[in-house]
């Protein structure tokens, strides 16, 4: 349920760097199969050298460039044609529609700021978010915020019909909502790992990246096919279906399920023993000025940042790389966008294994581990996003290190991902909280930097050599602050401090009987 929670959440996140492609008016600069980059190819194949030695080869050479020719041609036609149609948007008078398909002329500023709008909301999401799951429950915490999330982007069409200012709010919305979902399932991961299994089941949180391959082709599909308004309504009424199943099946802790056996539930208690308490913290027991002044939590913030600002340079920006720099059509474009994240699940799930299989026979030590993992995680994955800017047209040669760029990427299970867990896990889902709330303010800058260094010119590839390049120093700065303040050993603060009112002390489940980090009652 948690890998689905993710899942339904990362949907909603998307569909606005998805669907502003359609949305938003643009000069038709290109398109199709690749636009200016289909003429480069055209050039490259007519500079294949011939075998003197081999007669056949001349035939061959000479139909490829008969092929080419006519390919070349009614590219060209076409690309023409659309040029001479008249250019249709929406009137500001326009009656309200539900289908009407017809695109905004909004500025390229206007779109950098709509892409800008979710982590807006989604800085202070993920601090509410810790504190919510801390004290309500992880459960609660998702059930209505997705209900929330997903009632907003039924109407964001409407919104944009209304005016531009109003889907920013929406978006702000629904980026708070988003913020809420992955503390959330981090205090999940909390009460229901086995110390010895927490990295496999923080996989379970690449349920986004697994919407994330579903949602760019899905929604880009329905987009091009029907229109821009149906990629708003068909995932939001997919997602309110799934808040009715989530209402059903999650549960905050083993403690509190009724179907799970008591071997499950003895096996996962005894397990975190001394580690993680049963009771919900509260906001007295939180140590928050011993957690803003630790320095390895300062530095596995430094390292989140620089995870969040790969991953929503993705996410926000490749859409428009495809489809704007290298010419990919918006179904073709999005489901290059989706691939890279399919090798991201694939490679965390190997990671999340491996690391649970090291810190399980105790091969290296957890803070060795952790940091030995960002080179997976942030070095590699800067190395090959400075290489995509180089590779000009070859889409093909792109998308494969782009694939891998995000793929390496899978390392950050048991890195960045996994350190708020060794830290602290009583307050694991507040402490990422924190760390999401930094990181996510990169999501605010990344659009408005694009839209500057690119987007204004007309998304050259050249432009976007510079935007590669700002991102792989981000990742790897990160990673070198991480290797020297990070460690992987539970804190003094993990500890619940006790409260002053002995009655509050029973209500919240210690006696004072009870050691405070431990699990012992009277």
């Known amino acids: 349920m948690m890998f689905t929670a993710c899942w339904t959440s990362y949907a909603c996140r998307l569909q606005m760097p998805i669907l502003v492609v359609p949305m938003i008016l643009e000069a038709p600069v290109n398109y199709t199969n690749g636009g200016a980059c289909v003429f480069d190819e055209s050039r490259r194949r007519r500079d294949i050298i011939t075998n003197p030695l081999d007669p056949t080869s001349y035939l061959e050479q000479y139909v490829l460039d008969l092929v080419q020719e006519k390919r070349d041609r009614n590219l060209l036609y076409s690309l023409e044609r659309r040029q001479a149609e008249p250019i249709v948007t929406r009137p500001p008078d326009a009656p309200f529609a539900f289908f009407s398909g017809l695109p905004f002329d909004w500025t390229p500023t206007i779109r950098g700021q709509l892409l800008a709008s979710y982590s807006y909301g989604n800085m202070p999401g993920n601090l509410i978010g810790g504190w919510l799951s801390m004290r309500y429950g992880p459960r609660s915490a998702i059930l209505w915020t997705s209900i929330l999330a997903a009632l907003v982007s039924l109407i964001s069409p409407f919104l944009a019909q209304c005016h531009w200012g109003l889907l920013l709010f929406s978006r702000i919305i629904i980026g708070v909502t988003g913020g809420i979902t992955f503390p959330a399932c981090h205090t999940m991961v909390a009460k229901w790992s086995h110390p010895n299994e927490r990295s496999r089941m923080i996989w379970s949180l690449l349920g986004g990246t697994f919407g994330t391959i579903l949602t760019y082709p899905m929604i880009a599909g329905i987009a091009e096919s029907m229109n821009w308004e149906s990629g708003w309504y068909i995932p939001s009424l997919l997602m309110l279906m799934w808040t009715v199943v989530w209402a059903l ?28 308490r049963t009771e919900k913290p509260r906001w007295k027991q939180t140590p928050l000025l011993q957690i803003l002044l630790s320095v390895p939590f300062l530095s596995l913030i430094i390292l989140h940042f620089g995870n969040l600002f790969l991953l929503f340079f993705y996410q926000n920006s490749l859409m428009l790389y495809l489809t704007k720099a290298l010419g990919f059509q918006l179904t073709k474009g999005g489901a290059a966008a989706g691939a890279p994240w399919g090798g991201r699940m694939l490679f965390g799930f190997f990671f999340s294994w491996a690391g649970d299989t090291i810190k399980r026979k105790k091969i290296i030590s957890i803070t060795l581990l952790r940091k030995l993992a960002t080179i997976f995680s942030h070095f590699i994955p800067g190395i090959f996003l400075i290489l995509v800017g180089y590779v000009g047209c070859d889409f093909v040669l792109a998308n494969i290190f782009l694939f891998f760029a995000l793929g390496f990427n899978g390392a950050a299970l048991i890195s960045n991902l996994s350190n708020n867990q060794d830290l602290a896990p009583n307050f694991a889902g507040f402490l990422y909280g924190i760390m999401n709330t930094i990181g996510t303010t990169s999501g605010m800058i990344i659009p408005p930097i694009v839209e500057e260094i690119a987007g204004k010119f007309g998304n050259p590839i050249h432009r976007w050599q510079t935007l590669f390049w700002i991102g792989a120093a981000v990742s790897i700065g990160s990673m070198i602050v991480f290797l020297f303040g990070g460690s992987g050993n539970i804190q003094k603060w993990n500890e619940l401090l006790p409260l002053e009112n002995p009655k509050e002390n029973v209500e919240a489940g210690q006696t004072k009987m009870e050691p405070i980090g431990g699990t012992a009652r009277t």
């Open 249 to 276: 099946i999650a549960y905050d802790s083993p403690v509190e399920h009724p179907g799970i056996s008591v071997e499950e539930k003895d096996y996962i208690l005894n397990g975190q023993a001394g580690i993680v």
